[in-house]
Every structure is written in C-alpha cells, then in structure tokens.
C-alpha cells in the first residue's frame, strides 16, 4: 500500500485517497476552439509513461484537498509537487 | 514412545492427550503436533500430492512440505503444517490428501502408474479432447484439505502500527540489530515467528559472551522488552512486503485469549530482515521416504522436544553443518551409523569432529537408494571401493542452506548467486530492507551477529546524522567449524524417484524432461513443473531446481536465476485477512431516520446504491410482491402515499460565482433562477454523456441547494469538487455535502394538500404554491422546508427536515394521513411510477451512448450558453450524425406479457434496412394504472419509428409490442402543476 504524502494532513494510507489521472491534462479554455482530433486526445488519451508522471490525488476521507505528486509507475518513488494549487 | 528422559522444553508434569488419523497418543505442554508424532513413533504424517507416497517429516518449521494437516479439533481447518501447531489437550488432526488412510491409501497406484504422469501431463493428455468431462474426474482428486462447513468461531482484528525501524525474525542477530536500534531512542518493532525468541540458539548449544547463548538470549530480550521504544511480539510471522516499507503480519493468539489472530499493518523507515535460513534436501532415489529427515530438523526435535526420530542413524551430507551435530546425536543415545560426504575432503575442522564422536566418514559417497517403504530398513551407497548398503532407521541429511530472502524479494530486491556458500543471498536493494545474518547469507554466528551491529548502526548513523554516541559491542562467540560446501549434483539419468520438490511430488526426471522440451527459462520450468509453486512457494526446493535446470541447460546457476517469491511467506487465513469485517460489517448499511420504522412496519428491504438498504415494498399479509406495488402505487395515483427520499444526495453551494458554476454543470441556465424557486437540470459528463439529473433550488442570492440521485451522489461531489479544486480554481464557491444533513419525505398523490392542511403550519398551500416552487415555515412546530417537486409525476409536496426531527414529523404525517389511507410506498412503486411517466434515470437510460438528444431531452440543452461541461462533445456527436438509438417507449400486443429489463430487440420483419439487433429494453414493469405491460427502451432511430412494430425478444419469453413516445401517462404533466 501506498504512503501518499498529503501537503495538508502528511503521510497517509493509500487508501485515503483517490488517484484522478494525470495532472498535465487541463481542460482547454475554449473547448470550441478544439479540432476533432484535438478533443479526442484530451477526453480519451493519456500519456501513461514508464517513469514519472505527475498526478492528481484527491484526499477524499481526510481534508478533501487535491494535490499534485510526481510519481514513479516503475519503483512508485514519490516526488511532493511544491505548490498544489499550481 | 521415544522421549529422552530429560531436556528439552516440555512440560513432562502436564501430557496432553491428543488424536492423529483416528488414534490416541499422547504429548506433553511445549510440543508442537509434530514434535509428539516424532515422540510417538509415528513415521507417516501424510501422502504426497501426485503419487500419494507414504511421506513422513522432513522439516522442524513452517518450510514443512509433507505434514499438512486437516486441524478438525479447531475449527476444522484445512492445511496448516504440523511443525507449526502447538500441542493443546484433545486436540485432533488428521492427513489431508489420502484416502482412505495415509497408511493404506487407494490413490498410492499413482506411483505405479508414475511412467504415465510426466511433467506437463496435464497439459498433455486433457486439453486434446473435452476439458469439462474430464474435469470432473480430477477435480475430485485434486485439491489438498477441506473447506470447514462451519461458521469460523474465531475472532481477528487489523491494527496499523509504525515503526522507525521493524527488524523481522529474533535470532540472534534480530536480537542484537534490535539492542543497536534501541540504543539510539527509536521506536523498534521486533517480529518473531517462534513462541520464544532465540531463533536457532533454542535448538543448538552455542557460547556467547562465555555463557549459555539462552542465558545471552533471555537478558538481552528481557532488558529490550522492558523498554518503551520497543515492541516485541512472538508468534507472528511476517508475510509479505509491500509498496512504501509496509509489512504484513499474522500474530497467532496473541495474549488476550478472545482473539484468534491479529492482522497487523507496520510501516516502518526501514525493515531489517533476519528471518535466517532453513536446511536444503540433498537429491537422491527414495529421499521422500518416511524416515528420511533433514539432520538440522532431527537436531531440533532432539534438543527442543526431547523427542528422538530413531535408534540409529546415517547421515548424508555435502557441506559441513552435520558435522556439528554428531554430539546431539551421541548424547540422545543414538547410534551414528557414518557420516556419508559427497565430498571428496571434509576439512580438517570438521573430521576432528567426527574423531572425536567416534563416527566414520565415508567421502567420494553416493546414496542409490533407500531400503524400505514406510519406513527406513537400511541404505544402499556407492563410493569408490563400490556399492555397500547399511543398516539404520532414519536419514538425516544436509544439501547446504537457503537465506531466507523472500520478504527481501517481496520488497523488489535481487538475489545473486554465491558460489561460495552456493546459495541465492540478496542481491540490489529496493525500498528499505536490510538483510542480516542467515537471510543474508552469513552462516555464522559471529559474523551475524557483526553484521547485525554494523546494519544497524549503519542505518542510524544515516537518520540521525550523529555518530557521537557509543555503539553498544557485539557480543563474543566461542569458535565455530567454517562453513564450507561442494554442491555435487546426482548424476544425470538418476535410477529411481529422486524428489526435488516434495509438496508437489516433481523429481530429477520431470526437470530434465522440462528441459528437454525446450522449456529455458526458469519461470517456465516452474509452471511446467509446478516446482515451487503453492503452499511451498519454493522455501525448500528452490534451489535445488534451480541447480538441476542449470546442469541441464549447462550453464551457470547465476545466469538461470531465481523464480520471483510472491507473499505470503506462509499462508493467511481468510479469518485474518477479513479481520472485524465479517457478515454485516464487511459494508456496513447505511440508514435514514425512518429505516428502523421502515423494519418494524413491514417492509421488504432492497439493497440500494450508495450501500443504502431501502424499503422494496410494504406487503400486507398475504400480499406478494406484485400485489403490494399495484396498492401502492393505486394509492399515489388515487389518494395518498409517503416516500422516503433521505437517500437522495445534497450538496449546498455557497459563493458569487454558484450561478456560473451551475451554468457549465448543467446542460441549461440557473444564474437567471429566481429565489425561492427550483428548477430541474441535466449534468452531462464531459463526453456528452448523460451523468446525473435533479432539482436545484435558489435559496438566496449566492445559494442553491442541489439534489441529486443516491447512486450519483459521491461522483456528482467529486466532479464538482475536481473542476472547482484543480480547473476553475479562479470561481468562488464553497461546496459542501449536506446529504446526511437532511432527511425528505415526498408526500405525494391528489390528496397531498389535504393531508399536509390537517396539521398547524405557518406555510400556506394555496395556488401561488406553484410547482418547483418551496417555502420555509414550521409543520407541527418542527422547522421544514417544503418543495413542489414531484417524481411520480402526481402532485407532490418533498417535506425536508433535519435529520434529528424527521422520524417525529414522519409519524404525525402517518397519523394525519390515516384518515386517507396514507401509504408508505418503496422503490419498486417508485420505479415503476417513473417508468409509466416515462421520466429519464440515467442509471437506466444512459448506458453511457445516450445522449440527452437520444433521451428527447433536448429541451433542457441550452446551446447557446458559451460553454458547461459536456457541449463540446454533443457539438461532436451532431458533427458526425449517423444513426442513433433513442429512448422510446413499448406496448406489448400481448398486455400482460412479461418483459425483462435487458431484453434485447429485434425486427418485426426482416429487411435489408434493418436486420439483427435493433437496441434492447432498459425498464419494464407491468403498469397497475394502465393494466398492463409497459416498457421504455433504447432503439435504433427510435424517435422516427413510432407506431411500427418491434420483437422484444428475453431469455425466456418473446412478444411483439408498438413503439411509442416514452410516456405512457399524463404525457403533459398536469397533474403534478396541480
């Protein structure tokens, strides 16, 4: 199990949490200004690399903040992200 | 009865009586089941898997192969290794896999059948012709033990626990890495799968520090023990390492006597593993025979449990720790036959040794077989003056040691082959796990226990930067004979059964075999073979196999490698896992106010989303299920019924920006909402898809209140919290979840105004009470807030209430309404109310195609708002067109036909235009205010095909039915604006 280190509440069980995918996807601005294909990319593709990938959490049975954290999908060695309003 | 007469940690004042395969023995307080079976004389323990082979102990621990047990006297649970039982008055415990006895066993015509069941016979033979006939013949001899037909009486409970430091397994070096640890203030926690601590100081007569090692052993722990920065358990065993450094662990009856087992989840910085090594087989014809024991195991139930395993013995070895044991031997009265070295030269240390107990030493020496079959007679050897054979009642031998690395490999760490001591020691670290001692490979006592200061000291000179304080020394040690070891491998074409594996009967002829089908890598060799795979996970036999798929292969043991261990270590009741949740409390329901009113008035509950358990139906006596829901759902259309809807999620929003907000949530406006007025609206997902619906009020200028369904509530919250958390961090609105807040009664039915006039109010219910309109006052003194919204499509009063009021407010409303004959209504009425108004349930309409166009709710689609979650997506579904199903509605010709949910649709006629599937029926019912069957459906091109004629076709009845509009009654809604 996960030690998800929560910039609010600290290092936390896993099973806190909820991971909510990739945090490079932002939603476009202007979602009518997307071609198909760009569209497409955003709502069905990720990037899901071997490596680090920066990610979403949702504290959700604790402080209910979400946060960013950089994670490694090889040796799951987590990165906090400084600012998780960024 | 072989017991010494003195020694040993048995409590000779207390025997305990006890029954093994149906007979009576006897034991004593600090036996294991396995140490009184040796005691006993009781030579066969159980039947190997495949040949089902008379097999007696091998082991002294829980690396044991053979003695599986079915513990009948507790609980009646299958599997669990003798070795590892401890002895307890009446106990009872029988062999698992033989039939009708493991002394007489039918199936034992497998080993003369054994030419016919070659590795990958499985495979072979069965999967050329029927797979389910010849299944059920193997099914009934497959499988060791029984499941326990009654329910567990045991109690078990999962705690978390964190540590700076978890050190795993309390030898001696466990012991004194956990001194070092303690020394510097951290917390420790210190595991040990034994009763007592020690590791393999109870069972040999070793010096430290000039004194017994039991004396060294019971003062360091003492002293540990009594500190507040260390947790010590025994009896627990560590069975796996996870991801961030935590380990599992299974405490067997801990302390308090109403618990069984103790699940405990530890995180800890670092984890030292000293979980030590256990002995190896040696290879050769007939060394499964009962009888046939490893000599550290023979030396162990002679030590601890005074129990000898025979009256002569020989001994078989390839490295040097037999050696050490010749003395147990001797002073337990056994006669040592001679010492039979596959080596060509034992060192000097180790033949003086041997001089010394007065024991021949036969080098250059082979076993090629073993007289006797349930039970050792003699053994036959070949050296280089030729083939003798000897007398004697058991075998002790020693192929070397295995580390155990497996809590090492759980964590991600390598192993590495070292020829040296030819054995898989840890290779490149993962996480933070430090092997010490025998599980890293240090054989001896004193390098473990030099290690053990070192790791430690090591490992908190990191942590706390500081190496000013003293590092408490390492105890001193009398000399040891040097471990040395010559793997000599049998030779290839081995005559008879030599067993690599025993639990899963594979031999030196089915790894060659593997091999020379091609078979390379080892994982495959594993699979193919089924070496090292179950209850065994390879402690034993691993090596071996690894060794012989390298000789055969020719090449280096190192490149083969290793097969990966996976936890656990060693099997984890389910009783343990489960912990306190077990029947109600695995998800525990959740209730409303009236649930319990709900029970005691007759209620049929259902499980409902969002694990709520709500009333199904009230039946009356002598109603059935159908009955009930028509006098229900008579009563909403005719008088007068009460719906609990407390499940039904709310959110309250608070901010400037709620109206925005609500704008790109919602398919159409809400900032243009009036006060005190509510609208209905459509959340779409992004993808255009339907995702939840509900009525959202304006309570005042910056705040709504929304509702929504029971199911959706959890990831309504979590969308909305998502995009105001991570994309419009820029609008101001606070979000909280107010569900369990409130508590909704749904007075609904022509008489609902009648019955809401009876009591004192401060609300008036006269025309300007419009629907979707609500209006705050107090019923009966108890403060409400009472909403015209209706899902029943009757006029409808929603009564909200705080959650601590609502089971009072419920119980004037039943009394007030009695007069009308007020009746409570379930989901089933509910559902079918809806399915006759034909209004949309995304839960069964949206299968996640649906668009709201295809659900003929474009009406509440506002595409000229710039944007809501959602509209980009529709704009693509319009662009690409095509055929669409549509929500529509069905009327069997055939008016009490019944229809199920999931039927699947097909053409009237057949037609180049449409053929095969057409869409497939998402809600039926028979309708009590229609009389007769309805259905609303998703159907290809739905909305242009009214009036024509489809086949709903179910798994066990068809008809044909009209397509219609999705609503059946009051298409224009006018008894709900009532």
Redesign the interface.
Same mark, same amino acid.
């Given at each position: 199990?996960? &030690?998800i280190p929560c910039p609010w509440c600290g290092p936390r069980?896993e099973t806190e949490f909820?991971c909510?995918g990739e945090?490079d996807r932002?939603?476009p601005a202007?979602? &009518?200004a &997307?071609t &198909?294909e760009a569209?497409?990319d955003y709502?069905f593709n990720t990037t899901n690399p071997k490596g680090v990938v920066r990610e979403?959490w /949702?504290h959700?049975s604790g402080c209910?903040? /979400?946060f960013q954290i950089d994670r490694d999908t090889v040796?799951?060695e987590i990165t906090p992200v400084k600012d998780p309003?960024k | 009865m072989t017991r010494l007469a003195n020694g040993g940690v048995i409590d000779r004042q207390r025997p305990l009586r006890f029954t093994f395969n149906g007979k009576r023995y006897q034991g004593y307080e600090g036996d294991t089941l396995a140490s009184a079976l040796v005691a006993n004389d009781v030579l066969i323990v159980g039947r190997s898997f495949k040949y089902h082979r008379p097999r007696g102990l091998l082991t002294c621990g829980p690396e044991e192969p053979n003695a599986l047990v079915q513990l009948v006297s507790d609980g009646d649970q299958p599997n669990l290794r003798a070795t590892e039982i401890p002895l307890r008055e009446d106990l009872e415990a029988r062999s698992v896999n033989c039939w009708p006895s493991a002394k007489f066993d039918l199936r034992a015509i497998n080993s003369v059948l054994a030419p016919l069941f070659p590795a990958g016979f499985y495979y072979k033979t069965f999967m050329a012709g029927r797979w389910d006939f010849y299944s059920r013949f193997i099914r009934q001899a497959a499988g060791l033990g029984h499941s326990p037909k009654e329910r567990d009486q045991g109690r078990y409970e999962r705690v978390n626990h964190h540590a700076d430091v978890l050190i795993v397994g309390a030898g001696p070096s466990g012991i004194q890495a956990a001194r070092v640890s303690a020394e510097t203030g951290h917390d420790v926690m210190v595991l040990d799968m034994q009763e007592s601590p020690g590791g393999h100081l109870l069972f040999h007569p070793r010096q430290i520090d000039g004194r017994a090692a039991s004396d060294w052993v019971s003062r360091e722990v003492g002293e540990l023990q009594a500190r507040e920065n260390v947790t010590w358990l025994q009896s627990t065993t560590a069975t796996g390492y996870y991801d961030h450094n935590m380990v599992i662990a299974v405490q067997h009856e801990p302390a308090e006597s109403w618990l069984k087992e103790r699940l405990w989840h530890i995180r800890a910085s670092k984890v030292v593993i000293a979980t030590g090594a256990v002995e190896r087989p040696l290879i050769f014809p007939g060394n499964d025979r009962p009888g046939v024991m490893l000599a550290d195991a023979a030396v162990r139930y002679i030590r601890r449990f005074a129990a000898v395993p025979g009256k002569r013995v020989l001994i078989y070895t390839n490295n040097s720790t037999p050696y050490a044991h010749l003395e147990t031997f001797k002073t337990a009265g056994i006669e040592i036959q001679s010492i039979l070295d596959l080596r060509k030269s034992p060192s000097e240390a180790e033949l003086s040794l041997a001089r010394n107990s007065e024991v021949p030493v036969i080098v250059d020496a082979r076993i090629t077989g073993v007289q006797g079959r349930s039970g050792v007679k003699g053994v036959t050897y070949q050296n280089g003056a030729g083939t003798k054979t000897v007398r004697c009642d058991f075998v002790c031998h020693s192929g070397g040691w295995n580390p155990l690395i497996h809590l090492y490999s759980h964590a991600g760490g390598r192993s590495r082959f070292e020829q040296a001591s030819a054995a898989f020691v840890p290779g490149e670290r993962a996480q933070g796990a430090y092997p010490i001692g025998g599980a890293n490979g240090t054989f001896s006592l004193a390098e473990g226990l030099k290690e053990a200061t070192d790791v430690a000291n090591t490992l908190f000179c990191e942590s706390v930067g500081n190496s000013a304080w003293s590092t408490p020394a390492t105890p001193a040690t009398e000399d040891e004979v040097a471990y040395r070891i010559d793997q000599i491998w049998p030779e290839k074409g081995l005559k008879g059964k030599a067993f690599v594996d025993f639990q899963n009967d594979v031999t030196t002829a089915d790894i060659a075999l593997a091999v020379r089908e091609n078979f390379q890598s080892i994982e495959h060799v594993k699979r193919y073979t089924t070496a090292g795979m179950a209850v065994d996970q390879g402690k034993i036999g691993n090596p071996n196999v690894i060794g012989l798929v390298s000789r055969e292969l020719g090449e280096e043991q190192s490149s083969v490698g290793t097969t990966t261990f996976r936890p656990p270590f060693a099997p984890v009741s389910f009783g343990a896992i489960g912990g306190s949740e077990r029947g109600p409390l695995i998800i525990p329901a959740r209730t409303t106010p009236m649930t319990a009113w709900n029970i005691e008035n007759g209620a049929a509950m259902d499980e409902a989303g969002a694990n709520f358990r709500r009333p199904f139906f009230f039946p009356r006596p002598g109603e059935v299920m159908e009955d009930a829901v028509a006098r229900e759902a008579a009563a909403v259309r005719t008088s007068c019924g009460i719906y609990d809807g407390s499940p039904l999620g709310t959110f309250e929003l608070q901010g400037p920006d709620t109206g925005e907000l609500l704008n790109r949530l919602y398919t159409n406006r809400f900032d243009n909402l009036p006060v005190g007025r509510g609208r209905f609206g459509l959340m779409l997902r992004e993808d255009g898809r339907l995702f939840d619906d509900g009525v959202t009020f304006r309570v005042d200028q910056n705040r709504y209140l929304m509702s929504c369904g029971t199911g959706a509530a959890g990831p309504v919250y979590a969308h909305i919290d998502r995009l105001l958390q991570t994309e419009w961090t820029d609008l101001n609105v606070y979000l909280v979840n107010v569900s369990a807040a409130w508590a909704t009664m749904c007075v609904c039915g022509p008489l609902a105004r009648v019955v809401l006039g009876k009591l004192e109010s401060d609300i008036a219910l006269d025309p300007t009470f419009q629907f979707l309109d609500f209006r705050d006052g107090a019923l009966e003194g108890i403060n409400v807030r009472v909403a015209r919204v209706s899902y029943t499509g009757e006029l409808s009063f929603e009564v909200n209430v705080a959650r601590r009021s609502a089971l009072k407010l419920w119980k004037i409303l039943m009394e007030a309404g009695k007069e009308f004959d007020i009746t409570p209504v379930g989901s089933e009425t509910s559902g079918v109310l809806r399915i006759e108004k034909g209004f949309i349930s995304p839960g069964h309409e949206g299968d996640n195609i649906t668009n709201p166009f295809d659900a003929g709710m474009g009406w509440i689609v506002d595409m000229t708002k710039s944007d809501f979650i959602g509209k980009r997506s529709l704009l693509r579904d319009i662009k690409l067109g095509g055929e669409r199903q549509h929500v529509v509605g069905l009327l069997p010709d055939d008016e009490r036909a019944p229809v199920a949910d999931g039927s699947a649709l097909l053409p009237a006629q057949e037609s180049n235009s449409r053929s095969g599937f057409q869409g497939h029926v998402t809600a039926a019912c028979f309708s009590p205010t229609l009389k007769r069957t309805i259905a609303l459906a998703l159907l290809k091109d739905g909305q242009n095909r009214h009036g024509e004629k489809v086949v709903i076709s179910g798994l066990e009845n068809s008809c044909v039915a009209t397509v219609t509009e999705p609503a059946f009654y009051d298409p224009k809604g006018e008894r709900m604006r009532a």
């Open positions: 199990m996960l &030690e069980n909820v909510a945090a932002k939603r202007n979602p &009518e &997307e &198909e569209w497409a709502l979403w /949702w959700v209910t903040r /979400w040796t799951h309003s | -």
